[in-house]
């Protein structure tokens, strides 16, 4: 993967409903674009977001939609706990939605459910996507160490502003990305 940009990704994880109603009013207010890791599931059911919305944060405010899951599996379950037959189906089901539904541009990239991932999901996965965000803790090298294996940063509630910004400041001065989940 060349080098990019550096810079910053905000990545929202499962599409939840709000996304829509409290994250995109403030991007938009200070110009910022994010990314959505969607369970295509839960897509249109209560506490997530609408397809229809989904489509217009990619069309109209220049937001990536990419996967996540296509199950809601349960709390562990991620792809490092299923047979090679049952991520195959899961994936493949997951990058026909996404294709169904337009979101072509980010149907190659993924977020691993609960982080679950290990050497033999990845080899499994790297048939369908160039891209796999996990939960190990760190800023991601420019360019990639492992495109399958990204780095984020978690934003939980205790995150403070400060500590936030001090990523944010030193992706920008190192000229590497920076992925906030």
């Not at 990314?35 to 069309?59: E, F, H, N, P």
């Not at 495109?147 to 990523?167: A, D, E, K, Q, W």
Request: hydrophobic share 35%; with cysteine.
């Amino acid at each position: 993967v060349p080098k990019l940009p550096g810079g910053v990704v905000i990545v929202f994880d499962d599409a939840r409903s709000g996304v829509w109603s409290h994250a995109r009013p403030i991007m938009e207010k200070y110009g910022g674009r994010g990314t959505v890791a969607v369970i295509a599931s839960l897509a249109d059911q209560s506490g997530y977001m609408a397809v229809d919305q989904l489509k217009r944060l990619q069309k109209y405010h220049g937001w990536d939609i990419i996967c996540h899951q296509y199950s809601d599996l349960d709390d562990g379950f991620g792809y490092d706990t299923m047979t090679e037959d049952e991520l195959r189906l899961e994936v493949e089901t997951l990058q026909k939605w996404m294709y169904d539904n337009g979101f072509h541009r980010g149907m190659h990239h993924v977020t691993y459910p609960f982080g679950g991932f290990n050497d033999a999901s990845i080899d499994i996965l790297k048939d369908y996507f160039i891209t796999g965000r996990t939960i190990i803790n760190g800023h991601e090298t420019n360019p990639m160490a492992d495109p399958m294996r990204l780095r984020t940063i978690n934003v939980i509630s205790s995150s403070t502003v400060s500590t936030i910004t001090g990523h944010i400041d030193k992706a920008l001065a190192d000229g590497t990305l920076l992925i906030l989940t």
